[in-house]
């Protein structure tokens, strides 16, 4: 019989229907450096060869334990595989990623070397192209610097919340502390933002949290059967949010973890509007302004240090969410018609914003190009362009500095006032923000 003290990480493997991606994913997590880890999978009744996949390496390698789940629910197949977990430290991985092969001894060595309650590190977004797997951009989980690389006491560093890139499978957990805590993913069915709930149970009592700032964790972005592209499951936020809402209330937190949920909560709603189907935007706006009046009414709803765009959008959708609505709607026409009246056009940015910017544009042939502050390995390469547009380096661009209107096509605030003085560095005089959220519908 195993026992506790051979296992340093307990890995766990949620999976259902994930045949096109199990191998690859199994593959990284039992080739590890780190040896003294369990490998324990759960899946909820897959029908596509997944389960037999699993019972194959279950067979070839002593670490892997496969159990199956009654429950379609990513958080009760979690939990079940946090039950059975022997390891010091428990992670997570979901079937359709993959791991780099140093992650969980790297991870291990630094949670044990400053006895940490979790260990989360940076990831990686991967995608197949012609028929490889290719690495794309890194993806940060804490915004600023100074939260990297010391250990954290959560509640003295509220704002680490505020960066709400949740990526609860980048790290490593201790399982004493979660046990102590009682932290378990919400069960509810299927697999949209169950991950949501523990984080935040694991950043709202964590003493001792430890951040890298480098990537180990790999996230597929373009699996089409993954949560991420569901935009049919509108009030699951609204579970998580009613989950957190009850531990809140049943650990009595101090008032700034109450802040801090109503904003990582009134950002994640907005993030769900992008999301889920545009039949669907009004009923989830009136239950978003339902949900957050209870907040107020309950005086959890302190909205003093919000940004001011953040505080008046919050007002308008409790005020009104189908005005509001119609209010967005009527900002974009105004604003992407003020934008057409230009005889040249460029889109200062070329992440999804940029590209959803490029769809509303009824006068495509008014853009001149897509606008980035470097493209990869500081070249201009020519090849690089998004629906026949050339995606260039801004300093390549200086020739219509008079004559086009440069628009700043990111959400962020900080991202947008960096972005502007870079333009006027090069002498555009025509530069254009974006109202806030206008295509927060989409």
């Known amino acids: 019989m195993k026992k506790i003290d051979d296992v340093a990480v307990s890995v766990i493997l949620p999976s259902l229907n994930v045949g096109t991606y199990i191998d690859a994913c199994l593959k990284s997590v039992v080739s590890q450096s780190l040896k003294k880890i369990e490998i324990v ?18 067979q070839g390698d002593s670490r892997i334990k496969v159990l199956t789940s009654q429950k379609k629910s990513y958080g009760h197949q979690v939990n079940l595989g946090m039950q059975q977990a022997l390891g010091k430290y428990v992670a997570i991985v979901d079937t359709d990623d993959m791991i780099r092969q140093d992650m969980y001894e790297i991870l291990y060595q630094i949670a044990e070397d400053n006895n940490a309650d979790f260990v989360k590190a940076n990831y990686e977004e991967i995608s197949k192209k012609k028929g490889d797997i290719r690495i794309g951009r890194t993806v940060r989980i804490l915004e600023d610097d100074k939260c990297y690389h010391r250990l954290l006491n959560m509640e003295e560093n509220p704002f680490c919340f505020l960066s709400h890139i949740t990526a609860t499978w980048s790290g490593i957990y201790k399982r004493e502390f979660l046990e102590e805590n009682h932290i378990l993913h919400n069960e509810t069915p299927g697999a949209s933002y169950q991950d949501t709930g523990f984080w935040f149970q694991t950043y709202m009592f964590a003493k001792r949290a430890y951040f890298v700032n480098q990537p180990f964790y790999r996230y597929r972005v373009d699996n089409p059967g993954s949560s991420v592209n569901s935009k049919s499951k509108v009030y699951s936020i609204c579970d998580e949010f009613d989950f957190i809402l009850r531990r809140i209330k049943e650990c009595e937190l101090t008032e700034a973890f109450q ?24 009923v989830f706006l009136k239950r978003f302004s339902k949900d957050f009046k209870g907040l107020f009414q309950e005086g959890l709803l302190h909205t003093e240090k919000w940004t001011s765009n953040s505080r008046e959008e919050i007002k308008e959708i409790l ?3 189908e005005s509001y609505y119609e209010k967005i709607l009527h900002r974009r026409t105004q604003f992407l018609n003020e934008v057409q009246q230009s005889e040249q056009i460029i889109l200062y940015g070329f992440g999804k914003v940029g590209k959803l910017l490029y769809d509303n544009i009824e006068r495509k042939d008014k853009i001149v190009s897509f606008a ?39 959400k962020t605030p900080e991202y947008e006032a960096t972005m502007e003085k870079e333009a006027g560095k090069y002498g555009f005089r025509n530069v254009a923000r974006m109202p806030f959220g206008i295509f927060d519908f989409e």
């Open 372 to 410: 980035v502050t470097s493209l990869p390995g500081g070249s201009d390469k020519e090849s690089v362009s998004y629906q026949g547009i050339p995606v260039r380096e801004l300093k390549a661009l200086q020739d219509y500095c008079e004559s086009a209107c440069l628009v700043i096509a990111v």
């Open 41 to 58: 999978c759960v899946d909820a009744g897959s029908t596509d060869g997944t389960f037999e996949i699993l019972k194959k390496y279950e």
């Open 319 to 321: 005020d009104g969410p």
């Open 259 to 282: 802040d801090i949920f109503c904003y990582v909560f009134y950002r994640k709603y907005k993030r769900n509007l992008e999301r889920i189907a545009k039949e669907y935007h009004i």
